[in-house]
């Protein structure tokens, strides 16, 4: 497994279902920005990286597989876009999953200092990344069906 993940590399980021909805006006899942921020833990420090896991080690339905319920989609990213915007991704592999990694450089989205350039950054993000067709329901249709059921539309 190599030490650094190169600029050529696919990057997954699995969605939690508070970060999906369904926009009726591109009729298609979409995710929120706050899915690519770095999260507070209950002993409210904040994680240093966001997650993400190497595609070439993981693939989207393996990644699925390691989640909690919770994650309903995958976005895929490209390692250069991230590292483009001076962020870092490295290697960071888990018992269960040998292609975690994490990205590295994010600012603090809970510092009134960092604030908004988190929210900058996680928006960067977000446009960077494209949805698959890879959902915990099976196919895309199945979990527009399941977040317009969630949200009463």
């Known amino acids: 497994m190599p030490n650094s993940v190169e600029p050529e590399e696919t990057l997954l980021r699995a969605i939690d279902e508070r970060h999906l909805r369904y926009d009726p ?3 298609r899942p979409d995710v929120d920005n706050a899915a690519f921020r770095r999260r507070q833990l209950p002993d409210l420090t904040v994680e240093e990286d966001v997650s993400v896991t ?21 976005c895929r990213l490209e390692a250069d876009g991230v590292m483009r915007r001076g962020l ?16 590295y ?29 890879i ?10 069906a399941k977040l317009r059921e969630r949200d009463g539309i």
Not at 68 to 73: L, M, R
Not at 108 to 133: T, V, Y
Request: glycine share 8%.
């Open 25 to 27: 006006r591109t009729r």
């Open 54 to 74: 190497r595609e070439c080690l993981v693939g989207a339905e393996g990644l699925l597989a390691l989640m909690p319920a919770q994650y309903w989609a995958v």
């Open 88 to 103: 870092e991704v490295r290697p960071t592999p888990r018992d269960k999953n040998p292609g975690h990694a994490g990205i």
């Open 105 to 133: 450089g994010l600012p603090n989205p809970f510092s009134s200092e960092e604030r908004q350039r988190a929210a900058n950054e996680a928006k960067a993000l977000r446009k960077m990344a494209k949805p698959i067709g």
């Open 135 to 144: 959902t915990r329901f099976g196919t895309m249709h199945a979990l527009i």
